[in-house]
């Protein structure tokens, strides 16, 4: 337990150090605009750029969603697949 206490403790802190060097006085403030991806070598795009927003609410009231990606697997998801398996299922 202490280990993971001290684990935990020293996550938030760096955490906090990172939002703090990116200008960020409160993780709310966080968004898909601070995170980049690497593409390539050369290519870096912010994560809107990669990932497109979805409208609040949009996944569970059909509304309209243009990422194909989450059109395509969205259908696909359930509580159920979540769940663990039973302990027979692990022996």
Same mark, same amino acid.
């Given at each position: 337990?202490?280990?993971?206490?001290?684990?935990?403790?020293? #996550?938030?802190?760096?955490?906090?150090?990172?939002?703090?060097?990116?200008?960020?006085?409160?993780?709310? @403030?966080?968004?898909? @605009?601070?995170?980049?991806? @690497?593409?390539?070598?050369?290519?870096?795009?912010?994560? +809107?750029?990669?990932?497109?927003?979805?409208?609040?609410?949009?996944?569970?009231?059909?509304?309209?969603?243009?990422?194909? @990606?989450? #059109? #395509?697997?969205?259908?696909?998801?359930?509580?159920?697949?979540?769940?663990?398996? +039973?302990?027979?299922?692990?022996?």
């Amino acid at each position: 337990a202490q280990r993971v206490a001290s684990f935990h403790r020293h #996550t938030l802190e760096a955490v906090a150090e990172m939002l703090g060097a990116a200008g960020i006085d409160h993780p709310l @403030r966080l968004n898909r @605009r601070h995170v980049e991806r @690497r593409l390539s070598s050369s290519e870096i795009k912010l994560a +809107d750029e990669v990932y497109p927003k979805v409208a609040d609410g949009a996944l569970f009231n059909g509304g309209l969603i243009e990422d194909r @990606r989450i #059109t #395509t697997y969205w259908p696909l998801v359930s509580g159920e697949s979540f769940a663990l398996p +039973d302990a027979e299922a692990l022996r």
